[in-house]
């Protein structure tokens, strides 16, 4: 299944293609994608909504990193 990540603004992002949460904190959120995973770093970062693989993160986002 592939994954689609899409900014809708510094503050807001969608992320599609989760398999579970690794990690959640305010600084930190770590998801598992079927090809690897993705990191989200910043400050005040949430999961506003998850399901279906499906996540919707709020926070100042200050980067994404693909392992």
Same mark, same amino acid.
């Given at each position: 299944?592939?994954?689609?990540?899409?900014?809708? /603004?510094?503050? %807001?992002?969608? $992320?599609?293609?989760?398999k579970?949460?690794?990690? /959640? /904190? !305010?600084?930190? +959120?770590r998801?598992? +994608?079927? /090809? !690897?995973? #993705?990191? $989200?770093?910043?400050?005040? +970062?949430?999961?506003?909504?998850?399901g279906?693989?499906?996540?919707?993160? %709020? !926070?100042? $986002?200050?980067? #994404?990193?693909?392992?």
């Amino acid at each position: 299944m592939p994954f689609t990540l899409s900014m809708l /603004s510094r503050t %807001k992002m969608m $992320i599609s293609g989760v398999k579970n949460v690794m990690l /959640s /904190s !305010g600084e930190l +959120l770590r998801f598992r +994608l079927n /090809s !690897g995973a #993705v990191e $989200i770093v910043g400050e005040g +970062l949430q999961i506003v909504e998850i399901g279906g693989g499906d996540v919707y993160v %709020k !926070g100042n $986002i200050g980067g #994404v990193h693909f392992e």
